[in-house]
């Protein structure tokens, strides 16, 4: 940072790589957000106050942040251990394992939510044996965290990776030698290096899971005011050829995410900062 | 610092601006090559004509047949070579998508309030419904019931979807246009059994939608929700889907309830009046829908199970059409007055979900 910022930087080409990154982010993603804005014609500040407080536009957004929260966070502790097992131990079919972590990335989203709905719904092999307990997975606000769990777990898996494989085994060890009990290690040398990264993870399988469509339309039955996602209300709008309100309702989205997020990064910025 | 980031700026906008000049250049290019043929052709044999028609889900196989009777027909008729595009999906994201500038020739949707809304974007003119014969719909259909084989609930008709312990599979009507008419042949039943109380067809209505477990997003969602995952007791479906089911399925597994009186479900068909307008090939759009009415088009239409409204057609397939009693949409102001009465936010379908 210092070197770039006197006159003359030390690293070459700042203006160019600096006018690809406005073009690039204009071009893909500011340019398409202003036109969200510019979409809104005919919306006033009252009816976009009538639809933020609309109970079914609220109801959405509860079933919406709660369970993409629900999934981040879940996803956070699977995901620490899929990465811990995957740096620390050798297995055979390791690389297959490893590469295995990406899939869900690569799957359409409306083919895992078919897929999950098959196996979780009640005749489904998995959901038939949680039907006698009474529990319904399948059509429940439980499909859904389930549906965003499967979308987020690459990110965290791969956040919390490298920060892992980087981490010096001597530090442990000095702490082994110190009489620190394994759990001790882990709680007051690892844990702190690996929060950030963690955060991090768990932001982005958040931030997925809010924008989630097309996995959970099919696994969540989609009845108002109880699996009923926000991403839905807006095609929903669309679809009644509403633009005005589709808009009000994806620019609520996306200020609650965007402080959320803010909110995250900046506790992620503040644990970084302790833990050096 | 600041100069070089001002160029990097300049730069950016440069580069965005070429691209923007060059993707115009090349639309204006392809106008020209489209209108071309159309203008030359006059006398001479007629050059190699394309157009598209954007339609809904369902009708794929509808349109697949279709579409090459017509071109056999236009050749003998007039000699020229057309190919027609097809473009399928949920009938209102088509008319956004059409809104939004896909160049459809003609429109093919399930509801008219789809086309009615590419209309007030200035794409049709006015009056597009009364162009065409029949409210420009030249095949229909209706809503039936599909059950499960040897109909263990007893269903027999509406009063039935509402009894203890039923469930019953039907889309959303806010982002279904399928849905829509299920959720209207409700409605009118409910309407004519109570001398037009409209409170009293709410409470049914209501009482319906309660019976209903999942709302899935669009009609084929919902018919593989009742149909693989084996959720529900009656599936509210199209009566050609419903047709369709049963003989990609097997007659074992399920069968079709006609209700004693259901929605007459019209299709519109309609020109989009600015495209061909551009380029130039209104002649044989409108030649496309009108064939429609047609002997052969009608018996196309009545082979993927969609009602015929050619009298001849009609008595052929009279078997697998059982009359039974249809309202039509006029009954309720048609689709510019149901649409905000029930659909939109603050209507009747929004109500049933108020929270208490």
Redesign the interface.
């Known amino acids: 940072m210092l070197g770039t910022?006197t006159?003359r930087g030390v690293l070459p080409g700042?203006?160019?790589?600096?006018?690809?990154?406005?073009?690039y982010l204009?071009?893909v993603v500011l340019i398409p957000l202003s036109a969200l804005l510019l979409n809104s014609t005919g919306l006033t500040l009252g009816k976009f106050w009538d639809?933020a407080t609309?109970?079914?536009v609220l109801?959405s957004f509860k079933v919406s942040f709660l369970t993409a929260a629900a999934a981040g966070l879940i996803d956070a502790v699977l995901g620490l251990l899929l990465a811990w097992v995957l740096v620390r131990y050798d297995f055979p079919g390791k690389g297959i394992f490893d590469a295995m972590i990406d899939l869900p990335f690569a799957l359409p989203t409306a083919v895992a939510g078919?897929a999950l709905?098959?196996i979780y719904?009640?005749?489904?092999w998995i959901g038939s044996l949680f039907e006698p307990l009474g529990i319904k997975i399948?059509?429940s606000p439980i499909g859904i965290t389930l549906a965003l769990m499967f979308i987020g777990i690459p990110f965290v898996v791969r956040t919390v990776q490298p920060v892992l494989q980087d981490l010096d085994a001597e530090v442990e060890e000095a702490a082994a030698t110190l009489g620190a009990s394994r759990f001790r290690t882990f709680r007051s040398v690892l844990f702190p290096e690996l929060l950030p990264p963690l955060l991090t993870g768990f932001a982005l399988a958040f931030a997925r899971g809010i924008g989630e469509y097309g996995s959970v339309?099919?696994i969540s039955?989609?009845?108002?005011?109880r699996t009923e996602i926000a991403p839905?209300l807006i095609?929903?709008k669309?679809?009644?050829?509403?633009y005005a309100?589709a808009t009000a309702v994806a620019l609520l989205l996306l200020l609650i995410s965007f402080v959320l997020l803010l909110l995250i990064n900046s506790l992620q910025r503040r644990f970084r900062k302790t833990a050096r | 610092?600041k100069k070089?980031?001002k160029?990097?700026?300049?730069?950016?906008?440069v580069?965005?601006m070429s691209m923007v000049v060059g993707a115009c250049g090349n639309e204006k290019k392809n106008d020209a090559a489209n209108a071309a043929p159309n203008t030359t052709g006059s006398g001479e044999k007629l050059k190699d004509i394309e157009i598209l028609n954007v339609s809904y889900d369902p009708t794929r196989e509808l349109y697949e047949k279709y579409n090459k009777a017509f071109a056999e027909h236009w050749l003998k008729e007039k000699g020229q070579k057309v190919t027609i595009k097809q473009s399928h999906g949920?009938s209102?994201?088509q008319?956004?998508a059409v809104i939004d500038g896909l160049e459809a020739d003609v429109v093919t949707l399930a509801l008219g309030y789809d086309i009615d809304?590419i209309q007030q974007s200035g794409l049709i003119n006015e009056g597009w419904q009364k162009k065409n014969d029949l409210n420009s719909s030249p095949y229909t259909s209706t809503i039936v019931f599909l059950v499960r084989k040897g109909n263990p609930k007893g269903i027999k008709d509406w009063n039935d979807l509402i009894k203890d312990g039923v469930e019953v599979i039907t889309p959303?009507p806010?982002?279904?246009g399928g849905a829509r008419w299920n959720y209207l042949a409700a409605w009118g039943y409910a309407l004519h059994q109570n001398n037009n109380d409209e409170e009293k067809a709410k409470e049914f209505v209501k009482e319906l939608y309660k019976h209903v477990?999942?709302?899935?997003?669009g009609a084929r969602?919902a018919t593989?929700t009742f149909v693989?995952?084996?959720?529900g007791d009656v599936l509210l479906a199209w009566e050609n889907e419903a047709w369709l089911s049963v003989k990609e399925l097997g007659p074992d597994k399920f069968d079709i309830i006609y209700p004693s009186e259901s929605i007459l479900a019209e299709p519109p068909v309609a020109v989009v009046d600015k495209v061909v307008d551009k380029r130039g090939t209104r002649e044989v759009s409108e030649a496309y829908l009108k064939y429609l009415y047609s002997e052969e088009g009608q018996t196309i239409a009545a082979e993927n199970y969609y009602r015929p409204t050619l009298e001849s057609v009609k008595t052929k397939f009279a078997d697998q059409f059982p009359d039974i009693k249809l309202f039509t949409i006029d009954e309720f102001g048609g689709w510019s007055e149901a649409?905000p009465k029930h659909?939109?936010?603050g209507g009747i379908f929004?109500q049933i979900?108020?929270?208490k």
Request: charged residues 15%; hydrophobic residues 40%; without cysteine.
């Open positions: 910022t006159k700042f203006g160019l790589t600096m006018g690809y990154s406005v073009l204009s071009l639809i609309d109970p079914r109801a078919v709905t098959a719904s009640s005749n489904g399948a059509f339309v099919f039955g989609n009845m108002p005011m839905l095609m929903s669309l679809e009644q050829f509403d309100g | 610092m070089v980031l160029q990097g700026v300049l730069l950016s906008l580069l965005a949920g209102g994201k008319g956004r809304a959303n806010q982002t279904s477990p999942v709302l899935d997003s969602g593989t693989e995952r084996g959720l649409q659909f939109s936010d929004t979900y108020a929270p």
